[in-house]
């Protein structure tokens, strides 16, 4: 069978060509797995390849275009045409692709769904071939002719404000609220624009024009450095453009910050699921090893923390970092490729960050622009995740803290566009866009809590009454230490066992053991034994492994400090004869030869630790005090 159609795959280490009505990807290394599948019902005329998406297009004598996935999973089918379609061509930056037929050529997004279709006087089109800034189309006509076309009426929408691109170098801008309309004209043709966090920025093919949603008169405009820009990026501080060779990162008054850089980086092939950017922070998922993350400081374009990158065990598809907040406390959320939602902090200083599943099967995410509320598709279901922070302070009521709505009115493989304010907008498999609303409270309890308005904002959840609020007020709580305000909102939801420790940890004597029974309560057990080792506190130390059963860990340590090794070994003893067992440990063994243990003795000197610890901490306090009256 003739092969009609050939393309390269991504990594330019797989070929994918025709057969008939089969579809085959041939990798170029000897012995490796070929991939083929029956694509359509007649013979199949011409593919495509993105290299930014990863997504395949065929076209066929059965009328029909495919969207299909590298794995050969068929991704969108379109209606059966009136003729064989006989071209089909993705944009560069893999967000549009272009079909022609006989008489007929149609504008269609990545997810299969028609923007446009024309009916020039063409015969059928067999070539499709875009301009390098994915503005333009060439096609090669079967009368003889090359139809040209250009790409307009593309949308950009933010709270009030509507812009539309209506010629190649005229926008126009409505406020809704009051019908002002502006128009903005421009020197060259407009190639990529984005609207967010009240700014319009848009890139010709010279230049940069940052407009500002109060006065659209007066942009500030600066040449580009290179290329074509092929991405922009914003956050409240500054906005990201990406050209064919590097990374800038601006402010909106337009001064020049930084631009990242890493070993390999290919920035032809970044889209809006694998760089993600905040006022602090630049996160960008490697291509060459799709498990890594690379983080840079958004000031200086430096690597963040001590220069590690964050490696997941499997590829990861989508990231996205969260807006608000101190730097310290920046969390990046992650879809990988078995479709679990993960988070995990930004900040890496030796330690390794451990990275926490927020749920499976999610298909898209978004952050809130405002607060770091979360929200994404989760299979049928619609998720907001208010307080994502929450798996790191107390995981069982993390289902208390999220929202969920049935989301099959979305259809199929339905995409968050924005999360802007309390609005969420969803865009549908066949185009349309879906606006949902959520509670505005939670964005309220945010910021009563990120300015220390604890009191107004127990009073917001007694005036609300939802247990989500509740049991959200409840961790963040915890995470700042208010262990008064986490008891309140700990009995709203009736965590009885909590807030019967909540109260054990107010009566602790010394500021050192609350500490570490705050980080306890969280789970954070080696943090909480470190505080109290620093504090000379060992007795305490131990105790709290013995707590845990951590026997191991307690003999070790009452044996580095030479200290309570007995109450170990009592403690260890009183468990096995609970259980009607023998010791099997030999360190254990070891240590109890020749050792008679004495409660009394033991008593004694856990009520003298106790009693030093009392002393220590009036103490402190007094010479806090002398402190500050001389």
């Not at 499709?128 to 096609?139: K, R, V, Y």
């Not at 208010?386 to 995981?395: G, L, M, S």
């Not at 009592?570 to 063994?589: D, I, M, S, V």
Request: aromatic content about 10%; proline content about 3%.
């Amino acid at each position: 069978t003739p092969v009609y159609s050939v393309a390269w795959g991504p990594d330019s280490e797989k070929v994918l060509f025709t057969a008939g009505k089969q579809l085959i990807i041939k990798p170029l290394q000897p012995n490796a797995k070929v991939l083929q599948w029956k694509a359509h019902d007649g013979i199949i005329l011409k593919v495509d390849w993105n290299s930014v998406n990863d997504l395949i297009l065929s076209a066929g004598e059965d009328c029909k275009y495919k969207v299909w996935d590298s794995y050969g999973r068929m991704l969108y089918n379109s209606q059966p045409h009136e003729h064989p379609i006989t071209s089909v061509a993705w944009a560069p930056d893999g967000e549009l692709f272009a079909v022609g037929s006989f008489h007929t050529l149609r504008l269609c997004d990545k997810t299969g769904w028609s923007y446009a279709l024309e009916k020039p006087n063409t015969g059928s089109i067999f070539n499709i071939a875009w301009s390098i800034d994915g503005t333009q189309i060439a096609g090669a006509c079967g009368n003889g002719h090359v139809v040209f076309a250009h790409v307009v009426e593309q949308h950009w929408e933010w709270k009030n404000f509507q812009v539309t691109l209506t010629k190649r170098r005229t926008m126009q801008v409505r406020n809704v609220l009051n019908d002002a309309v502006d128009l903005l004209e421009f020197r060259d043709r407009v190639i990529k624009a984005s609207l967010n966090y009240a700014h319009l920025v848009v890139s010709t093919s010279l230049q940069c024009y940052v407009f500002s949603t109060k006065n659209w008169n007066t942009p500030i405009i600066f040449d580009l450095k290179e290329g074509t820009v092929s991405l922009i990026l914003q956050a409240e501080r500054h906005f990201l453009l990406v050209d064919g060779s590097s990374i800038y990162l601006y402010s909106y008054e337009g001064r020049f910050i930084s631009s990242p850089k890493f070993p390999g980086m290919r920035t032809d092939i970044l889209n809006a699921q694998t760089v993600s950017l905040s006022n602090d922070t630049i996160a960008i998922r490697d291509k060459a090893d799709e498990k890594i993350i690379f983080l840079f400081e958004a000031s200086t374009g430096k690597p963040l923390g001590d220069g590690k990158f964050l490696s997941h065990k499997i590829e990861i598809l989508e990231i996205a970092l969260d807006q608000k907040g101190l730097t310290n406390d920046r969390k990046i959320a992650f879809i990988d490729k078995n479709r679990d939602l993960c988070i995990t902090s930004v900040k890496r200083f030796g330690k390794e960050e451990q990275i926490i599943k927020l749920g499976t099967m999610v298909h898209t995410l978004a952050w809130n622009d405002t607060c770091n509320i979360l929200c994404g598709l989760q299979d049928t279901r619609f998720i907001v995740w208010y307080y994502p922070n929450t798996v790191y302070v107390d995981r069982d009521i993390l289902p208390k803290t999220l929202y969920e709505r049935d989301a099959s009115e979305f259809s199929k493989n339905p995409h968050i566009m924005s999360f802007v304010g309390n609005q969420v907008t969803i865009r549908r498999a066949d185009g349309s866009l879906v606006h949902i609303s959520i509670s505005p409270y939670p964005a309220i309890l945010h910021e009563y809590v990120s300015s220390s308005k604890w009191e107004d904002a127990v009073r917001l959840c007694r005036f609300v009454k939802e247990q989500t609020m509740w049991a959200c007020l409840a961790a963040m709580a915890v995470a700042n230490r208010d262990m008064t305000t986490a008891e309140i909102a700990y009995a709203a939801i009736g965590e009885i066992d909590k807030v019967q420790y909540i109260n054990s940890i107010k009566n602790l004597p010394s500021k050192e053991s609350k500490m570490a029974h705050i980080l306890l309560f969280s789970g954070n057990i080696q943090e909480a034994e470190i505080v109290l080792l620093q504090a000379g506190l060992v007795y305490q130390a131990i105790q709290i492994n013995i707590n845990l059963y951590n026997w191991e860990r307690a003999l070790e340590l009452a044996v580095k400090y030479k200290t309570h090794v007995d109450t170990v070994l009592a403690y260890r003893q009183k468990f096995l004869e609970t259980f009607g067992k023998q010791e099997t440990n030999k360190r254990f063994l070891h240590y109890a030869e020749g050792l008679q243990i004495d409660w009394e003795k033991i008593k004694a000197k856990i009520k003298m630790e106790i009693t030093k610890e009392q002393e220590q901490s009036s103490n402190s306090q007094s010479s806090k005090n002398m402190g500050l009256k001389l």
